[in-house]
């Protein structure tokens, strides 16, 4: 009895100086030095909690101890076993915790890939994320590549009904969808590719295509995960301008009746010819040509005709009593001698006087609140024209004596010129420019626009120098955007200068916030930047300087770490922003309180949202009485509150309330 109790003493004395010894050692066994660099360690003590365990694992994973990282990353999911963005570990402290995904990219690298797809997807499913998707499109693409079957290309379909399209649709709508059981993977539109997060096995797409007037074969392409490509190509023919008329000749007949002569031209078809309020039989030909016979009851003849897509032209063709046909009358009736010295004289006579150009409602130079502006004009000369030009571009099909057309063009803001140019058969030219002076409504100017300025982000991990490019790539690609109303780098580094602040005192939100604000911005954006060996990852976040709200969190991620792939990254960024914060529009349906209830519901708008309230005003041109627009007046800012199915509830921060009443309008800021 007493050995035994000899030998169980023994035994726990050993026992207990062997778990002394492991626990003693633990720090320094589990360390790896590879390369002079050292795996399998963590920031401070550590305390065998789920964080600990979490950065420990992505530390050996870095040095590709996956069998360790592993092993860290199951007894993480032991005390927390969900993917989140800043969870919190003690006090107010936080890390992205993403212990699903780490061990699915784990998988991957040691080439179990169902068990890979399994921790992406789940990871995805807890907490959706970048780096997920990319990893889970590469476990697709190996599962495919494993399986050795014969890949199809995706089924590629377009919601058009023909493959040559004539419409006037501005801008021009593309949309359709492309499906594969082996994940469609990339779209693009005439090599353009659209922004995806992640490869799947329906896509459906809806593109606004800023098409100008004319031929455009327009290439949609999509592909796979195993490279497999399908290409649709449709041809657009963009018209927005009415049919060009050429009157040749009128000849009278009479007190009462002339006869008209001339012809219509539209690239899409003539649908209706109207003359002297009389309807000619067309049947949708290009051109069209007419010599009618009509009585006159005025001193103009009234012509209207329209192509097949609805665009017009009209033309107002004066009726003198004397006319070219009676001239034509006199000369066939004249004897043969003062027949030919009458021909002769008039064609000795050389014509010097150059086409008269006229547009209907336009003065030479206007201020309009438009974002396009459509011309109606007349070109007239005693011999015919025979060339006509806008912007360069040759719009004349027949020669004529008076054409009339009309033409819609796009203005940018600021000054926009329109030059229209004619010439004669004797050569002689006619130049008329005018000018648009394009000013955009006060609500919707880019000025009033939420206003933000972005931060230097948190550098994790050995920051390459082409990383640290990124911030000045974001930037400009919110500016490319022009969704939001950047701050000036110049005056965030005046700032920084005046408060004696570096760029890493920036990290801590508080400092950020206040700097924000010093800045007048609304809104900063801040995050982290993290690389590792085989790619990085980035987190952006929207914060309001007012209320430290985060209005939005968005990540990228890539293996490739250039400078070409982190602007790639940063368009990336700056188009998920700008998804967060849609440019919307509605009503206030009514005003009660210090609150206003708009008709943006809860598919529409989310809460803490900015608004801009306003009222828009029609601006008249003072001569014609054509509304050449509408400027707004700014009632007043609010933020969303409360957000229903069909209706949105934001309280005013800014502005006369009283003075909002239903049918405003709200924008978002």
Same mark, same amino acid.
């Given at each position: 009895?007493?050995?035994?109790?000899?030998?169980?003493?023994?035994?726990?004395?050993?026992?207990?100086?062997?778990?002394?010894?492991?626990?003693?050692?633990?720090?320094?066994?589990?360390?790896?030095?590879?390369?002079?660099?050292?795996?399998?360690?963590?920031?401070?003590?550590?305390?065998?909690?789920?964080?600990?365990?979490?950065?420990?694992?992505?530390?050996?994973?870095?040095?590709?101890?996956?069998?360790?990282?592993?092993?860290?990353?199951?007894? @993480?999911?032991? =005390?927390?076993?969900?993917?989140?963005?800043?969870?919190?570990?003690?006090?107010?402290?936080?890390?992205?915790?993403?212990?699903?995904?780490?061990?699915?990219?784990?998988?991957?690298?040691?080439?179990?890939?169902?068990?890979?797809?399994?921790?992406?997807?789940?990871?995805? =499913?807890?907490?959706?994320?970048?780096?997920?998707?990319?990893?889970?499109?590469?476990?697709?693409?190996?599962?495919?590549?494993?399986?050795?079957?014969?890949?199809?290309?995706?089924?590629?379909?377009?919601?058009?009904?023909?493959?040559?399209?004539?419409?006037?649709?501005?801008? %021009?709508?593309?949309?359709?969808?492309?499906?594969? /059981?082996?994940?469609?993977? @990339?779209?693009?539109?005439?090599?353009?590719?659209? %922004?995806?997060?992640?490869?799947?096995?329906?896509?459906?797409?809806?593109?606004?295509?800023?098409?100008? /007037?004319?031929?455009?074969?327009?290439?949609?392409?999509?592909?796979?995960?195993?490279?497999?490509?399908?290409?649709?190509?449709?041809?657009?023919?963009?018209?927005?301008?009415?049919?060009?008329?050429?009157?040749?000749?009128?000849?009278?007949?009479?007190?009462?009746?002339?006869?008209?002569?001339?012809?219509?031209?539209?690239?899409?078809?003539?649908?209706?010819?109207?003359?002297?309020?009389?309807?000619?039989?067309?049947?949708?030909?290009?051109?069209?040509? +007419?010599?009618?016979?009509?009585?006159?009851?005025?001193?103009?003849?009234?012509?209207?005709?329209?192509?097949?897509?609805?665009?017009?032209?009209?033309?107002?063709?004066?009726?003198?009593?004397?006319?070219?046909?009676?001239?034509?009358?006199?000369?066939?009736?004249?004897?043969?001698?003062?027949?030919?010295?009458?021909?002769?004289?008039?064609?000795?006579?050389?014509?010097?006087?150059?086409?008269?150009?006229?547009?209907?409602?336009?003065?030479?130079?206007?201020?309009?609140?438009?974002?396009?502006?459509?011309?109606?004009?007349?070109?007239?000369?005693?011999?015919?024209?025979?060339?006509?030009?806008?912007?360069?571009?040759?719009?004349?099909?027949?020669?004529?004596?008076?054409?009339?057309?009309?033409?819609?063009?796009?203005?940018?803001?600021?000054?926009? @010129?329109?030059?229209?140019?004619?010439?004669?058969?004797?050569?002689?030219?006619?130049?008329?420019?005018?000018?648009?002076?394009?000013?955009?409504?006060?609500?919707? =100017?880019?000025?009033?626009?939420?206003?933000?300025?972005?931060?230097?982000?948190?550098?994790?991990?050995?920051?390459? /120098?082409?990383?640290?490019? %990124?911030?000045?790539?974001?930037?400009?690609?919110?500016?490319?955007?022009?969704? +939001?109303?950047?701050?000036?780098?110049?005056?965030?580094?005046?700032? !920084?200068?005046? =408060?004696?602040?570096?760029?890493?005192?920036?990290?801590?939100?508080?400092?950020?916030?206040?700097?924000?604000?010093?800045?007048?911005?609304?809104?900063?954006?801040?995050?982290?930047?993290?690389?590792?060996?085989?790619?990085?990852?980035?987190?952006?976040?929207?914060?309001?300087?007012?209320?430290?709200?985060?209005?939005?969190?968005?990540?990228?991620?890539?293996?490739?770490?250039?400078?070409?792939?982190?602007?790639? !990254?940063?368009?990336?960024?700056?188009?998920?922003?700008?998804?967060? +914060?849609?440019?919307?529009?509605?009503?206030?349906?009514?005003?009660?309180?210090?609150?206003?209830?708009?008709?943006?519901?809860?598919?529409?708008?989310?809460?803490?949202?900015?608004?801009?309230?306003?009222?828009?005003?029609?601006?008249?041109?003072?001569?014609?009485?054509?509304?050449?627009?509408?400027?707004?007046?700014?009632?007043?800012?609010?933020?969303?509150?409360?957000?229903?199915?069909?209706?949105?509830?934001?309280?005013?921060?800014?502005?006369?309330?009283?003075?909002?009443?239903?049918?405003?309008?709200?924008?978002? /800021?």
């Amino acid at each position: 009895m007493k050995i035994v109790r000899t030998y169980t003493l023994v035994t726990m004395v050993l026992v207990s100086s062997i778990l002394l010894y492991q626990c003693v050692s633990q720090k320094p066994d589990n360390v790896y030095v590879k390369d002079g660099k050292k795996y399998g360690v963590v920031r401070g003590t550590f305390r065998s909690r789920w964080w600990n365990y979490y950065e420990r694992a992505l530390s050996y994973a870095e040095g590709d101890f996956y069998r360790e990282s592993l092993a860290d990353l199951d007894k @993480a999911l032991g =005390q927390r076993d969900k993917d989140q963005r800043m969870a919190r570990t003690y006090g107010m402290h936080f890390i992205d915790y993403f212990p699903h995904r780490e061990r699915g990219i784990v998988y991957y690298r040691v080439g179990n890939l169902e068990e890979a797809r399994k921790e992406l997807e789940l990871s995805l =499913q807890q907490y959706p994320s970048a780096k997920a998707r990319f990893y889970l499109d590469k476990v697709r693409k190996a599962l495919i590549e494993q399986a050795g079957k014969v890949v199809a290309p995706p089924r590629l379909a377009l919601d058009v009904q023909k493959v040559e399209i004539w419409t006037k649709q501005d801008p %021009f709508i593309l949309s359709g969808s492309a499906e594969d /059981e082996n994940y469609v993977s @990339a779209i693009r539109i005439n090599r353009t590719p659209l %922004f995806m997060e992640g490869a799947r096995k329906r896509v459906a797409f809806k593109e606004p295509l800023p098409l100008g /007037e004319g031929r455009h074969e327009i290439v949609v392409a999509a592909e796979n995960l195993a490279g497999k490509r399908a290409d649709r190509t449709i041809v657009v023919h963009m018209d927005r301008t009415g049919p060009i008329v050429s009157i040749e000749d009128t000849i009278s007949l009479g007190p009462d009746r002339i006869k008209i002569r001339g012809s219509v031209y539209d690239e899409a078809g003539v649908s209706r010819l109207e003359i002297g309020g009389r309807s000619m039989s067309v049947a949708g030909e290009r051109e069209v040509t +007419f010599e009618e016979r009509v009585p006159v009851k005025y001193k103009d003849l009234e012509l209207v005709t329209y192509d097949r897509l609805g665009n017009r032209t009209s033309a107002t063709v004066p009726v003198s009593p004397v006319s070219t046909g009676q001239a034509a009358t006199m000369l066939a009736c004249s004897d043969s001698r003062t027949g030919g010295l009458l021909m002769a004289g008039l064609l000795g006579k050389k014509d010097k006087n150059p086409p008269v150009i006229r547009i209907r409602d336009w003065a030479e130079k206007e201020k309009v609140f438009l974002d396009k502006v459509y011309l109606e004009g007349e070109i007239r000369d005693d011999s015919k024209i025979k060339g006509l030009w806008i912007n360069k571009n040759p719009i004349l099909r027949r020669e004529g004596k008076s054409i009339f057309f009309s033409h819609l063009e796009r203005l940018r803001e600021g000054t926009n @010129a329109i030059l229209i140019e004619a010439r004669d058969e004797a050569g002689n030219k006619a130049l008329k420019k005018i000018l648009f002076e394009r000013e955009i409504p006060k609500a919707l =100017q880019l000025e009033e626009r939420l206003s933000l300025t972005v931060l230097p982000f948190e550098q994790k991990g050995t920051i390459s /120098e082409a990383s640290l490019s %990124f911030q000045d790539s974001l930037v400009d690609s919110l500016v490319n955007q022009n969704r +939001f109303n950047l701050v000036e780098r110049e005056k965030l580094d005046d700032v !920084l200068r005046e =408060q004696k602040l570096s760029q890493t005192a920036l990290i801590d939100k508080g400092t950020a916030l206040r700097l924000g604000k010093l800045v007048a911005a609304e809104s900063i954006i801040t995050g982290a930047l993290v690389e590792t060996k085989s790619g990085v990852e980035i987190v952006g976040r929207i914060i309001d300087t007012e209320t430290s709200e985060i209005l939005a969190t968005e990540d990228v991620y890539d293996e490739v770490k250039d400078l070409p792939g982190l602007r790639t !990254l940063a368009e990336g960024m700056a188009i998920k922003f700008h998804r967060d +914060f849609p440019l919307l529009e509605g009503l206030v349906i009514k005003q009660k309180g210090k609150h206003v209830f708009t008709d943006l519901g809860q598919d529409q708008i989310k809460l803490h949202r900015r608004l801009i309230i306003y009222r828009e005003e029609p601006i008249k041109h003072p001569k014609t009485g054509k509304v050449i627009g509408a400027d707004n007046v700014i009632l007043g800012r609010a933020r969303v509150v409360q957000v229903m199915p069909e209706i949105s509830k934001a309280e005013v921060e800014e502005g006369e309330v009283s003075s909002i009443r239903p049918l405003d309008k709200v924008i978002t /800021e």
